[in-house]
């Protein structure tokens, strides 16, 4: 059975930093695509970083380029995203997805198979 767990959201004032973290279970992550999304209120879902599989191409979009990370940790089977010099628009639900596709490319489509349940994140001071 496939599934994700988000976790590692939270409070933080602007400039501050967060690594959320999302668990994989019923398949292994590094062979697959995964990606980011985040829904701020009254937003659609927006795609914001993904990586093909076997550690392929990453792709930020620009909003977050240079100041969030992705990365996998293939022993924990877990997908981060280090999140620094956040900022009060980076206020949204984060969750990641997978589609259980293996390519080196990636893409920001909604059309995912798999979502995890989300994590808030909130940037305020």
């Known amino acids: 059975q496939v599934q994700l767990v988000e976790s590692g959201g939270g409070l933080v004032q602007p400039g501050g930093s967060l690594r959320l973290s999302c668990a994989a279970s019923g398949f292994t992550l590094s062979y697959y695509g995964i990606a980011w999304f985040r829904q701020a209120p009254g937003q659609g879902r927006e795609g914001i970083a993904c990586?093909?599989?076997?550690?392929?191409?990453?792709y930020y979009v620009e909003s977050v380029k240079g100041r969030f990370t992705m990365s996998r940790d293939e022993a924990k089977n877990t997908l981060y995203l280090q999140m620094n010099n956040l900022k009060p628009e980076d206020t949204a639900v984060y969750y990641c997805?997978?589609?259980?596709?293996?390519?080196?490319?990636?893409?920001?489509?909604?059309?995912?198979?798999?979502w995890g349940q989300g994590t808030q994140v909130t940037v305020s001071s």
């Open positions: 997805a997978t589609d259980l596709i293996i390519s080196t490319s990636c893409h920001l489509n909604s059309d995912y198979t798999y």
């Open positions: 990586m093909g599989s076997s550690n392929g191409n990453i």
